[in-house]
C-alpha cells in the first residue's frame, strides 16, 4: 500500500485527526493555506471524482454534509471547499479528499481582487475604473 491517505487511515501515518466514522475521516492539512485548512476522505479507496460512479454517491453527499459541521466546530464563518481530480486538476495525491479551508480575509479579498481584475479588463477607462476598485477596497 503506497497512498499516503491509506496510510493515514489505517494509523501508520500519524494525523491531526478532526473526526472520524466508519466511511470518512478529517484531519488538518499538512501543509496549510489559511488559519483553518483541513482535509475530509473517504476510507474506501477513491482516486477521485472523475473515478466515482452511482454507488459513491452516498459517501460524497456525506463529506460535503460533513464540511460545513467541522468548518462551525473550528471556529469558521465562512469557507471555501476545493477538489482537484487527476494531474491536470492539480491532484498530488491520488485518494479523494476535498480541502476545506478558511479564517482569513483571504478568501474574500482574492474575491474582490478578482472581481477588480473583471472589472479592469472589461472597462473602457481602464485608468480611473482601477483607482475606484482600488480607493473602494481601502488598499495602498
Same mark, same amino acid.
Given at each position: 500500500?503506497?497512498?499516503?491517505?491509506?496510510?493515514?487511515?489505517?494509523?501508520?501515518?500519524?494525523?491531526?485527526?478532526?473526526?472520524?466514522?466508519?466511511?470518512?475521516?478529517?484531519?488538518?492539512?499538512?501543509?496549510?493555506?489559511?488559519?483553518?485548512?483541513?482535509?475530509?476522505?473517504?476510507?474506501?479507496?477513491?482516486?477521485?471524482?472523475?473515478?466515482?460512479?452511482?454507488?459513491?454517491?452516498?459517501?460524497?453527499?456525506?463529506?460535503?454534509? /460533513? =464540511?460545513?459541521?467541522? $468548518?462551525?466546530?473550528?471556529?469558521?464563518?465562512? &469557507?471555501? #471547499?476545493?477538489? %482537484?481530480?487527476?494531474? !491536470?486538476?492539480?491532484?498530488?495525491?491520488?485518494?479523494?479528499?476535498?480541502?476545506?479551508?478558511?479564517?482569513?480575509?483571504? /478568501? =474574500?479579498?482574492?474575491? $474582490?481582487?478578482?472581481?477588480?481584475?473583471?472589472? &479592469?479588463? #472589461?472597462?473602457? %477607462?481602464?485608468?480611473? !475604473?482601477?483607482?475606484?476598485?482600488?480607493?473602494?477596497?481601502?488598499?495602498?
Amino acid at each position: 500500500m503506497t497512498c499516503i491517505f491509506c496510510k493515514i487511515i489505517d494509523g501508520s501515518i500519524p494525523s491531526k485527526k478532526i473526526f472520524e466514522n466508519d466511511e470518512l475521516i478529517a484531519f488538518h492539512d499538512v501543509h496549510p493555506i489559511d488559519k483553518v485548512h483541513f482535509l475530509i476522505t473517504p476510507k474506501k479507496h477513491i482516486e477521485n471524482l472523475m473515478a466515482c460512479n452511482e454507488s459513491d454517491k452516498d459517501i460524497i453527499s456525506n463529506m460535503l454534509l /460533513l =464540511a460545513p459541521k467541522l $468548518a462551525k466546530d473550528l471556529g469558521l464563518k465562512g &469557507f471555501r #471547499t476545493m477538489i %482537484n481530480s487527476g494531474v !491536470e486538476g492539480g491532484q498530488e495525491v491520488f485518494h479523494m479528499h476535498f480541502h476545506v479551508y478558511g479564517g482569513s480575509s483571504k /478568501l =474574500a479579498n482574492s474575491y $474582490a481582487l478578482s472581481c477588480i481584475w473583471w472589472k &479592469f479588463k #472589461t472597462s473602457k %477607462n481602464l485608468i480611473r !475604473e482601477f483607482l475606484w476598485a482600488f480607493q473602494a477596497l481601502h488598499i495602498g
